[in-house]
């Protein structure tokens, strides 16, 4: 299997944590858009990680639970979700808000998603949305998922699609590092935001991890928004590798690079709003019998 070498670990793992404890309270505040975006995607992730009633599910990387309140909700109360991420700030406010919609089932765990300090065998299944992509080795990761699940459960990550397909990340990341005179990077760069959408990929890292039966499946999940500054604001609440170079440059400079985004993502502006094209990877597979 052909890789791009990984980032530094220790190094890029203590920058996503800072970034995302930074980041934690306006990412949540965007629950609403983030919902109505990733809607269909969870949907069919729960789906196709054969998550029922009563199951046990460990949702990696799971930032303030929006998909982990669904997992609750379709395990039910003899059911138990575990959500762990990388970032204190962050899943303590998943677990405010599963306390709040009152899912008694829901436990967190700050953990590693590449260590995962759970017992071997002991879950029916397990998702990761949207945060495989940024972790330095992925396939440490699958291995650490892997070794949770019980004979024959199933696993769905959710992860962005390459630059082909998502326009919008592509503007971001080439403007960004143009204003920060910085060279282009490879889109498939570990731990960056299209990392994993390389044709065949992911597919290969999940039976290299040893799951069965893999396959995956493309989805278009567009961000519809009243308009471009409601998606540039949604991008400034998150913990993307935009904001971490942007956030080396003056004030003025980086104000300079967002105006720039935005004349250019305006071209996706439509009579109905802004509709930024977007696409993501469903990869499902079991753990053998």
């Given at each position: ?35 109505a ?95 495989l ?61 299209m ?11 999940y ?26 604001d949604?991008?400034r ?53």
């Amino acid at each position: 299997m052909s890789t791009l070498p990984a980032p530094d670990s220790s190094a890029f793992k203590a920058q996503q944590r800072t970034q995302w404890n930074q980041s934690a309270s306006g990412w949540n505040q965007h629950h609403p858009a983030i919902r109505a975006w990733l809607r269909r995607a969870t949907d069919a992730m729960m789906d196709m990680a054969s998550i029922r009633p009563g199951a046990q599910v460990l949702d990696v990387a799971a930032g303030s639970g929006d998909q982990t309140l669904d997992i609750a909700q379709r395990v039910g109360p003899q059911g138990r979700v575990l959500a762990t991420d990388l970032s204190p700030a962050i899943l303590a406010l998943a677990q405010a808000n599963a306390d709040q919609a009152g899912w008694a089932n829901v436990h967190t765990l700050v953990a590693d998603g590449e260590e995962l300090p759970v017992e071997p065998a002991s879950f029916d299944a397990v998702v990761c949305r949207l945060g495989l992509m940024f972790f330095p080795d992925p396939l440490r990761g699958l291995q650490a998922m892997h070794r949770a699940l019980r004979p024959g459960g199933g696993i769905c990550s959710l992860v962005f699609a390459g630059p082909a397909h998502n326009p919008c990340t592509a503007i971001l990341m080439s403007t960004a590092l143009e204003h920060a005179g910085l060279p282009p990077r490879d889109p498939f760069q570990p731990g960056g935001l299209m990392s994993l959408g390389q044709p065949g990929r992911l597919d290969e890292l999940y039976r290299a991890a040893g799951f069965q039966h893999v396959a995956t499946t493309s989805l278009d999940a567009p961000f519809r928004l009243p308009s471009v500054r409601h998606y540039l604001d949604f991008v400034r609440s998150s913990a993307s590798p935009v904001q971490q170079i942007l956030g080396r440059l003056e004030p003025q400079a980086a104000a300079a690079a967002w105006d720039e985004m935005e004349q250019r993502l305006a071209r996706f502006t439509t009579a109905d709003g802004w509709v930024g094209p977007n696409a993501l990877l469903l990869t499902a597979a079991r753990a053998a019998d």
